[in-house]
Each structure stands twice: as structure tokens, then as C-alpha cells.
């Protein structure tokens, strides 16, 4: 198949363009390098069937020849990039939806749309399944994010009902791995770079807010079988694709001090407005309709982030 892959120089994006490519298929990587990196793709450039392009998807946006599939997943989406682009990010979920299911229409191509667990907000369901329609701030801090992939998801289903188009949505869990940026604000790439640096290990609030943690490979593996799937009645709406490994913070911080072997000490600071108290997925729709359940355990996923960032920073 040839695949559009927007944000594909993205931590996600590039792991997803490089799974396609061992697949045999022909890759188009749309990416205004905002949070994505050149760097992640480079090793891809060599490739004759892989093409990248940098380009900003809320403008205009064409593809030459035929595509079969566009899967959209670029947006900032650590809290730290979208507290800093709020209007962005809100722009990429709104007119980047809009401009890349326009994509997939003039092209008869399946459309899959990179959704995030963020859209269950500080949930009340535990875990979150997902007929469950959150609970969210939309005029909170986070808020930005949140609701401009709640808005993508509806426009998405806009677009299958209305135009017929063939559509998929994932609902994303945490997910980590090798190609996190340092910096990123997210919980892993955190508390391994402090503990590699010697540094204290922040833990917001008393750290017994809980997260399931994917490793990457899983959570590629989910989203390109729910992109192959067969065409059925029910498979254009939302599917959870997680670890439903539930765990605390405090326990993340405790590991990684002990798997790094850092002296680092653990420095609680006060809770952000809106931060989730619960996170964990209910997979039984990806198990039922796609086989799929998560392989790759908590320490094997991150020895293995832990060697990356070892070499990185």
C-alpha cells in the first residue's frame, strides 16, 4: 500500500513509518518538525519507498498518485508542547483533521486517526472502556489538547457517516520507548533522564495518581492491525489500544530509580490543575476484534528506554 503518515517524525510517527517499510509498503511522512524530529527518520531516507515531506497539515495538503491509507497523529502531545501551543494545537486536531480526511476522500483511502485516552479526562470509570464519554474541562489548561481530539473524533465519525469513508480511530494510552524526546514533560522520559543525571525524580501530588504504561512496539503493532482490519458495522468507532498494566507513579519512580541504579532522591511538587487521578484501558474491544493484547512487559520496556536515553543525553 502506499501510506500518508502525518507527525511522522514524531516519537510515535517514525516508529510507525519504519514498521510500514519492513511491511513492504510505499511511505509518505508529513511533518512540520514543531515536536517531531528529522533525526528520527534519517536512517529512513535511504529507502526509495519512503519520502518525507516538511509540511504543515491545517494548511493545504496534497499527495501525488494514489493512496491507500492516511493515518493522522500529528499534534503536540505531551502536556509540556501543548501547554506551550495551545492554539496549535487545538488547529492541528481541528483544520489538520479536517484538511487530512479531506486527503483520504479525494483519494478513496482509509482514514485512521490517532486519538488519545485523554479524551476520558479525570475519569470517574475505572478502568475506562470505551463507551464511557469522560470527563473532561474543556476551558481548563489541558483542555486544548483534549478537546481538540474529542473534536477530531467527532468530525472523523462526521465523515463516515456523512461520506461513507472508510475511518478508524485509536484511543492512545501512555505509551514509551526509544525516540522520546529528553524534554518532552512526559512521565518516563522524566524520571529516566533525572535518574540518569543524577538529578531529583519530580512526583507530583503524593504520586499515587495511577498510568498504564505501553511499550511502543505494542501499541504500533494494535494500531496497524486495527488499520488492516476487516471492514465491519462497529469498526469505525474508537478503540482503546493500551497496557492495562495499572500502576502508581510513585511505583514508575521507584522502579526506575532501581533500574538505572540512581542515587537520585524523589522531590514531590504540587499537583497541575486538571491532572488525571486514573488511567487504564479496557482492551476487551481490541482482544475481541483485533487479537491484540500488549507483549512487551514493564521491565523489559524499560531496560530498553533506559539504553536509549543512556545514549542520547
Known amino acids: 500500500m502506499k501510506i500518508v503518515v502525518t507527525g511522522g517524525s514524531g516519537f510515535l510517527g517514525s516508529h ?61 502531545a505531551s502536556p509540556v508542547d501543548y501547554l506551550e501551543m495551545p492554539i496549535q494545537t487545538l488547529k492541528v486536531g481541528s483544520l489538520g483533521t479536517h484538511k487530512t480526511l479531506g486527503l483520504a476522500m479525494a483519494k478513496g483511502a482509509r482514514f485512521l486517526l490517532a486519538s488519545t485516552s485523554e479524551v476520558y479526562g479525570d475519569p470517574v470509570v475505572n478502568p475506562q472502556p470505551e463507551s464511557y464519554w469522560g470527563n473532561v474541562n474543556p476551558i481548563g489548561p489541558r483542555g486544548v489538547y483534549d478537546e481538540a481530539k474529542r473534536f477530531a473524533e467527532a468530525m472523523t465519525m462526521a465523515y463516515h457517516r456523512y461520506h461513507g469513508l472508510d475511518t478508524r480511530i485509536v484511543r492512545i494510552f501512555n505509551t514509551y520507548g526509544p525516540r522520546m524526546r529528553p524534554n518532552d514533560g512526559r512521565v518516563v522520559s522524566n524520571f529516566i533522564v533525572q535518574a540518569l543525571q543524577g538529578k531529583p525524580i519530580t512526583v507530583y501530588g503524593e504520586g499515587l495518581q495511577t498510568r498504564s504504561f505501553c511499550y511502543v512496539s505494542d501499541l504500533v503493532r494494535g494500531i496497524l492491525a486495527l488499520l488492516t482490519a476487516e471492514l465491519t458495522e462497529d469498526i469505525h468507532t474508537p478503540c ?15 522502579k526506575v530509580i532501581a533500574m538505572t541504579g540512581s542515587s537520585s532522591a524523589i522531590e514531590k ?25 500488549p507483549e512487551v512487559g514493564i521491565d523489559q520496556g524499560l531496560t530498553q528506554t533506559i539504553e536509549y536515553f543512556r545514549k542520547v543525553i
Open 16 to 76: 510507525l513509518c519504519e514498521t510500514l517499510l519492513g511491511q513492504g509498503h510505499e511511505v509518505v511522512c508529513l511533518d512540520n518538525l514543531v515536536t517531531g524530529r528529522a533525526e528520527n527518520v534519517a536512517h529512513l531516507l535511504g529507502n526509495k519507498r519512503f519520502t518525507s515531506v516538511k509540511r504543515d497539515v491545517t494548511e493545504q495538503i496534497d499527495v501525488d498518485g494514489p493512496i491507500d491509507a492516511v493515518l493522522h497523529f500529528a499534534s503536540p
Open 240 to 254: 482503546n489500544i493500551g497496557n492495562p498494566e495499572e500502576r502508581t507513579v510513585m511505583d514508575l519512580a521507584t
Open 269 to 293: 511538587k504540587e499537583l497541575p490543575v486538571d491532572d488525571p487521578q486514573l488511567r487504564c484501558p479496557d482492551i476487551r474491544r481490541a482482544q475481541s476484534i483485533l487479537g491484540w493484547r
